[in-house]
């Protein structure tokens, strides 16, 4: 049983459909201390009010709040005593910065021993997926852990993710295994924590900020576990267009770079950025004969990886 509240944050970008295909499997959980928080991404596609139709139909009330980047404020529209939030920022500034506007949301409204739940749009739930993460963080509780991720699954239920696996790891049961990375499409940690885990870094706009979150947590010496028991499904890269789409390839490809800059050393990093420019460089040309824009999105993410530019960037 749940004697914390659970704050759940999905973050939307135009993807209403989405969002509430996830909160009605949400509302299945056998846990009931849930708070929703729901931060649109500066979404073009009305999602806020879809959503909001949505709630109205199924009679259900929501709090409104807007995020202003700067100065960095919240400020509440409604007075609703609702246990869903609706957040909508007046900026898209990426993934990890709409997740830290929900993570900076929660520490203002939470008690320290409440749990924060990361929560792609795009995913699925089972009634007791919440439940299982909650049983096993409790048993990993003393054992330095930082992060908690689920076992994620494909649509047809195949495997897609249990994480980045330790090799020789001491499992602590058979239900949760330590890893190096979990998927970030399901992150459970609790409030109090939060001063060693930090916000995520928003350098990236999309993809790898995840991955960078984690490799710091765990050279503070905290650990990350994968709880076999809690399963999601995920809808894998929809939001984004597709594994294949320009946007992705642009922003995998650049950030690969830049996270090796920022993690080794000088002589490390030229060795890599010479191996990823010629493999980049065998990519871009096999593209081109497939499709152009894909070409277009390795060969601009390189230079601009190389050239050290971070942040959102036009993907044509």
Request: proline share 1%; charged share 25%.
């Amino acid at each position: 049983m749940i004697d914390k509240t659970v704050w759940i944050l999905l973050l939307n970008f135009n993807g209403y459909e989405d969002t509430l295909e996830c909160i009605e499997t949400l509302f299945t959980s056998k846990s009931k201390q849930l708070k929703l928080l729901i931060v649109d991404n500066a979404s073009t596609d009305n999602s806020l009010i879809n959503i909001n139709k949505w709630l109205e139909s199924k009679d259900i009330t929501s709090s409104k709040v807007f995020y202003k980047t700067s100065p960095d404020m919240f400020s509440t529209s409604s007075k609703e005593n609702s246990n869903i939030t609706l957040i909508s920022s007046d900026s898209n500034n990426g993934y990890a910065a709409g997740n830290n506007i929900g993570i900076k949301y929660v520490l203002q409204h939470a008690s320290k021993k409440d749990f924060i739940w990361i929560l792609n749009n795009d995913t699925l739930v089972r009634p007791d997926t919440l439940e299982n993460m909650i049983n096993s963080y409790n048993q990993l509780e003393n054992d330095a852990i930082a992060l908690l991720g689920s076992k994620i699954l494909n649509e047809d239920l195949s495997l897609q993710s249990i994480g980045d696996i330790i090799e020789n790891t001491n499992e602590k049961n058979k239900d949760n295994l330590e890893v190096k990375h979990i998927c970030g499409c399901s992150i459970f940690f609790r409030v109090e924590n939060f001063d060693s885990i930090g916000f995520l870094p928003e350098e990236y706009f999309l993809y790898y900020e995840e991955t960078d979150w984690m490799k710091s947590i765990r050279q503070k010496g905290l650990k990350i576990f994968t709880s076999l028991k809690s399963e999601v499904i995920h809808k894998h890269a929809k939001s984004t267009g597709g594994a294949y789409s320009p946007l992705v390839l642009y922003y995998m490809t650049r950030n690969q770079i830049l996270f090796h800059k920022k993690y080794f050393g000088a002589f490390a990093y030229s060795l890599v950025v010479f191996k990823l420019f010629f493999r980049n460089i065998l990519r871009v040309i096999y593209y081109f004969f497939y499709d152009v824009k894909l070409s277009k999105s390795i060969f601009k993410g390189t230079i601009d990886g190389i050239r050290n530019v971070k942040g959102k960037q036009k993907i044509s």
